[in-house]
């Protein structure tokens, strides 16, 4: 599968955005997907991710709250809707699927993941 993320931006603190991650190449359906985050200087970090059917979702602790992940299957299309930003969002945010079945703590695990974006900069200005 391909997956390809927009949406990122500048934006400032306070303010929202909605990332978008479009997948092509195989059922969008047979893939749990996932958002994860990589500051610089830091190591990529789990964001949120989702069941293939959409019923279940899971969140870091940082971004509980102020982050949504939702999936339309019908569009092939994943969403991180994200509100209340603060400067240590930023971040590159990749989209990634897993074809796996994922248990609530693996979910989280980047080695779970077989698929990546290419990323999409969100940039928060304080």
């Known amino acids: 599968v391909q997956l390809v993320e927009s949406g990122g931006g500048l934006v400032q603190a306070g303010g929202s955005l909605r990332l978008s991650c479009a997948a092509s190449?195989?059922?969008?359906?047979?893939?749990?997907m996932g958002w994860f985050r990589q500051a610089p200087g830091k190591e990529r970090e789990f964001v949120a991710a989702?069941?293939?059917?959409?019923?279940?979702?899971y969140y870091s602790d940082s971004v509980k709250g102020r982050i949504t992940i939702s999936r339309d299957n019908a569009k092939n299309t994943v969403y991180l809707q994200m509100i209340s930003l603060k400067s240590e969002d930023t971040a590159v945010y990749y989209c990634?699927?897993?074809?796996?079945?994922?248990?609530?703590?693996?979910?989280?695990?980047?080695?779970?993941?077989?698929?990546w974006g290419q990323g999409t900069q969100v940039t928060v200005s304080s």
């Open positions: 989702i069941t293939w059917s959409g019923s279940s979702t």
């Open positions: 990634a699927a897993s074809g796996r079945i994922l248990s609530t703590g693996q979910v989280m695990s980047i080695s779970r993941y077989g698929y």
């Open positions: 190449g195989d059922t969008f359906t047979d893939y749990n």
